[in-house]
C-alpha cells in the first residue's frame, strides 16, 4: 500500500524549493525528510530536485530520473559535502536470487524484480556519473544502511 502525502518543514528556510510543494511517497521517505529538517549538519535539502537522463535497459529509449533528495551537509571538521540520495528497500537495492524462484508465482517475482533492478541500476550509474562531474555523492539508503 502507498503512503503519500505533503511535508511541511519545522524550518523552511533550509529547504530549497517551494515549502509548500514538498511531497513524500513512503512512510520512510517522510522519516527521512523529519530528519533532514531537524539535523543540526544538513545546511540545505530538496525534494527530487532534478531529473537525470538515462537509458532504459529495457527500451534502449532515454527517460528521466528524480532522486529522492539532495542534501548539502557539514560535516564534523566543517567541510561541507553534497549528496543525491535515493531512498529504496533493500530488497529493490540489490539483484534478485534466482534460488528463491522455483515455483510459478516465485518465478514471475523474480522476473518482475530482475526489471526492477536492471532499471534502478541504470538510474543509478546516470546519477553517479553526474555526482562524479559535479564533485558531489550518490548513495542508496535502505533500511540496512541510513546514515545521519
Not at 116 to 136: D, G, H, P, V
Request: charged residues 30%; hydrophobic residues 35%; positive net charge.
Amino acid at each position: 500500500m502507498s503512503y503519500k502525502g505533503r511535508f511541511i518543514p519545522s524550518h523552511p528556510e533550509k529547504y530549497v524549493g517551494n515549502v509548500h510543494r514538498i511531497i513524500y511517497r513512503s512512510g520512510w521517505e517522510r522519516s527521512v525528510m523529519v530528519k533532514l529538517d531537524r539535523h543540526p549538519g544538513i545546511v540545505q535539502w530538496s525534494s527530487e530536485p532534478m531529473g537525470i537522463p538515462y537509458v532504459s535497459p529495457l527500451d534502449g529509449r532515454t527517460h528521466k530520473y528524480f532522486p529522492d533528495l539532495w542534501m548539502k551537509v557539514k560535516t564534523k571538521n566543517g567541510d561541507m559535502e553534497t549528496f543525491l540520495v535515493e531512498i529504496k528497500p533493500f530488497r529493490q537495492s540489490v539483484a534478485p536470487n534466482l534460488q528463491d524462484s522455483f515455483d510459478g508465482r516465485k518465478k514471475k517475482r523474480y522476473l518482475r524484480d530482475s526489471i526492477s533492478f536492471a532499471i534502478n541500476n541504470a538510474k543509478w550509474t546516470s546519477a553517479r556519473r553526474l555526482c562524479e562531474s559535479q564533485k558531489w555523492k550518490f548513495k542508496v539508503w535502505t533500511e540496512k544502511n541510513v546514515q545521519f
